[in-house]
């Protein structure tokens, strides 16, 4: 390996570290604490061992020495980027993870949304979404997906779904952080609650009053679109503008993202539209107003344009989970939602792999290795 390469630079109270081609700067407090570091880097030149010199770069940028534990690095200019990877993280997306480090939390959520991300076929969103989810604080789930909102109206037509109150119950029990597996439905005289599963039942998993039994909780969300005799007429919900989207609750709503206008300057324009809690409580068309909770796959944002501040934006695929209380500034922060979301990815993924076969491109070959991680994951 070559020999660390160091050099000093001092004007007045500003330092500058020249180490192995990349520079570093420090304006210090006073001519004193300039001069200290001066001689400092000078007597790392003289003997540059690989401790000194990771030392001495931690003393300029102390970003350095939580982000090398994390598989980020950094190139000669200063862009850091993924471990693996060519594409430069976004200036804010990058602060965010520093925040992360210092309070100790996982970085998994925010990886996992870069990569998806790079996914995104459009630069512009690639440099803008971080920025729009920030000033909003959109929650990011830990396989990515970040939760938005959207205002729509319900229609005449129904499906076929257990009755609307358990998706309710589903969503409230799921933000809680607790599991609908471990609960039960219960039906007394056509008055229904959920109760913990192990609470009515005895020592051997025995319901005690299994007349009062109406199913378990996940059971019956998972056979919202079962046509079975058991299942009950459940509403439809379409969009205020055209009223021709089919939109049910655990299910995504999908739009070929070629029919999709991908100019933000457009600030009205075709796509799938979700936004933040501010602008989705004052859309629609008054009286009726249905608020969804959505997730949304970084790959498939189409547009984030500049009207109304930035409150929203275009996309080709969310996927409706749950019916919040927006009126009343309830929103959902819970990362419980994405187990629900994550089958639906599989299929995407495989036709964009099939799709990059034979390609010698780095970027391309980037995106497949991201790709097949995400196969893995969503499995």
């Not at 330092?15 to 001519?31: C, R």
């Not at 604490?33 to 401790?51: F, H």
């Not at 990058?94 to 459009?122: C, H, Q, S, Y």
């Not at 378990?216 to 919900?237: C, G, H, R, W, Y």
Request: aromatic share 12%.
């Amino acid at each position: 390996m070559d020999k660390n390469q160091v050099f000093a630079i001092r004007s007045d109270k500003a330092v500058t570290a020249l180490v192995n081609g990349v520079s570093y700067y420090k304006n210090e407090a006073n001519k004193t604490n300039a001069q200290s570091l001066y001689e400092k880097i000078k007597t790392v030149a003289l003997n540059p061992t690989d401790p000194l010199v990771k030392q001495l770069v931690e003393d300029f940028d102390p970003t350095q020495k939580v982000f090398d534990a994390q598989s980020l690095v950094r190139d000669e200019i200063g862009n850091w980027y993924l471990k693996g990877f060519t594409e430069p993280l976004p200036t804010k997306l990058l602060t965010r993870m520093k925040e992360f480090i210092d309070k100790g939390l996982p970085l998994t959520p925010l990886v996992n949304f870069w990569k998806l991300l790079m996914l995104n076929p459009a630069d512009h969103v690639k440099k803008d979404l971080y920025s729009f989810m920030d000033q909003y604080e959109f929650p990011i789930t830990d396989s990515g997906y970040f939760i938005a909102y959207k205002s729509v109206k319900k229609t005449e037509k129904t499906y076929k779904a257990v009755n609307m109150w358990v998706p309710k119950e589903y969503i409230q029990l799921k933000a809680s952080g607790k599991d609908p597996k471990d609960y039960t439905v219960v039906d007394k005289r056509g008055d229904f609650s959920i109760v913990e599963t192990s609470l009515i039942t005895d020592d051997k998993g025995n319901f005690i009053a299994p007349d009062h039994v109406a199913g378990n909780l996940q059971e019956m969300f998972d056979s919202i679109n079962n046509l079975t005799d058991e299942t009950v007429e459940a509403p439809e919900f379409t969009d205020w503008h055209g009223g021709s989207t089919q939109i049910r609750l655990g299910s995504p709503v999908t739009m070929d993202r070629s029919q999709c206008d991908g100019d933000p300057r457009n600030t009205c324009s075709t796509g799938l539209h979700v936004g933040a809690p501010g602008y989705v409580k004052g859309f629609g068309g008054g009286g009726g107003n249905v608020y969804l909770a959505t997730l949304v796959n970084p790959m498939n944002v189409v547009a984030v344009p500049s009207d109304y501040s930035y409150m929203k934006m275009r996309c080709c695929e969310y996927y409706a989970y749950g019916i919040v209380d927006l009126t009343n500034d309830v929103t959902i922060t819970t990362p419980y939602f994405e187990y629900d979301y994550k089958t639906w990815e599989t299929e995407t993924l495989e036709e964009q792999l099939a799709e990059f076969q034979g390609s010698r491109s780095q970027e391309i070959a980037e995106k497949a290795n991201i790709m097949r991680e995400r196969l893995v994951m969503v499995a």
